[in-house]
């Protein structure tokens, strides 16, 4: 055993279904840095707030759903199980492959195809997952994995496992023991919607555990083309670049509304236009480098500031969860910057060209 932190289970076993010892299967997830963002703060109009990131990117596979998958791998290690599976836009897929391989289980992986970020299909391969490229959509595939997981000795692994959302909750822990108090506000993404229901169960539990005085108002994004919950029906072809959210059948739609409805949130759509723009403003303002879905939360914020919809005291503590790394989608981050200027290896061309 590694010495030091020994991940969220560990850290965390007085809130999470109990596990042996043995069972548990981590590659030391959690524990993310939340960082100060006040550069962003008063670039989206509310430099008198307190902005943290919640860089969940920083997670072993990436993304927040190693959260998830070291409940899931422990708990499907606890009950025997061979092998996991589930379908996904990708980070789900990385992380199960990855804690699949640590676990010794077979991992397959159901995924549509042309439509997950290249950083993501590259780990599910390189973990040795079986991966099934669907001719179909991120709806279509989960709709398959329920019904072999339902007829077949195969754990799914999918947010609809509750182990996901147990240790989701975590997040929410790790927040409040940071800031010493709960957030006056949550920003994040929705797509299949178990995140934002996490995040609620751990701060409500931390709440009734008085580890907690408050509870924050959980303000959830859809992207404007994949957006289910904000239109109040399903979405039968999502159309969105974040391909993270590109989801038209939240397994988790009732629980989020009741994270909404319960905290006095939001769930509101974004364009791609304002994601996108969020997406650059973090990493060219604060050097922090999130995949799209994750910019959803920010330009969320940025537009109800905007639209003057929240109340933002002096120092209200204002978090938004960054779900999963920049580094997943390398071909938007370059399709939306500037092409790299093609300079002669020579010293006055380059002075020439930066005109110092
Ligand atoms: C999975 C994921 C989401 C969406 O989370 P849900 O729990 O499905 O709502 C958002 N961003 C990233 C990067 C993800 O991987």
Not at 316 to 343: F, Q, W, Y
Not at 349 to 356: F, G, N
């Amino acid at each position: 055993m590694t010495p030091g932190y020994r991940g969220l289970i560990h850290r965390y076993r007085d809130f999470l279904p109990t596990l042996k010892d043995g069972d548990i299967v981590s590659l030391l997830e959690g524990n993310t840095p939340l960082v100060e963002a006040p550069r962003l703060a008063k670039a989206i109009g509310a430099p008198q707030i307190s902005l943290y990131l919640k860089i969940e990117g920083l997670n072993p596979t990436g993304s927040f759903k190693d959260r998830g998958m070291t409940m899931a791998l422990s708990r499907a290690v606890q009950e025997g199980s061979k092998a996991v599976i589930c379908g996904s836009t990708g980070n789900t897929s990385a992380s199960a492959a990855a804690y699949a391989a640590r676990a010794g289980l077979k991992c397959v992986v159901l995924i549509p195809e042309g439509n997950i970020a290249l950083g993501k299909l590259s780990q599910a391969m390189m973990h040795g997952a079986e991966v099934l490229s669907i001719q179909g959509n991120f709806d279509q595939a989960l709709e398959l994995v329920k019904e072999i997981s339902a007829s077949h000795p195969i754990t799914m692994v999918n947010s609809l496992n509750p182990m996901r959302l147990e240790g989701q909750k975590t997040g929410a822990f790790e927040i409040v023991d940071v800031l010493g108090h709960a957030p006056d506000y949550q920003f994040m993404p929705v797509g299949n919607a178990g995140n934002i229901t996490a995040y609620w169960m751990g701060y409500k539990e931390y709440f009734d555990k008085k580890k907690a005085g408050s509870k924050p108002k959980m303000m959830g994004f859809q992207a404007a083309g994949s957006a289910p919950i904000v239109n109040g029906a399903p979405v039968k072809d999502p159309k969105t670049i974040a391909t993270a959210i590109k989801i038209g059948n939240p397994a988790s739609w009732k629980k989020a509304e009741q994270a909404r409805d319960e905290s006095g949130g939001v769930i509101d759509a974004v364009t791609d236009d304002e994601i996108i723009e969020a997406y650059k403003l973090m990493s060219s303002l604060e050097g922090v480098f999130c995949e799209p879905a994750s910019a959803a939360g920010v330009a969320g914020l940025k537009k109800h500031i905007a639209q003057k919809k929240l109340d933002l005291k002096k120092g209200a503590a204002v978090v938004c969860i960054l779900t999963g790394h920049g580094l997943k989608d390398p071909e938007r981050a370059i399709a939306v910057s500037p092409k790299p200027a093609s300079i002669k290896a020579d010293l006055k061309a380059i002075l020439d060209h930066l005109k110092i």
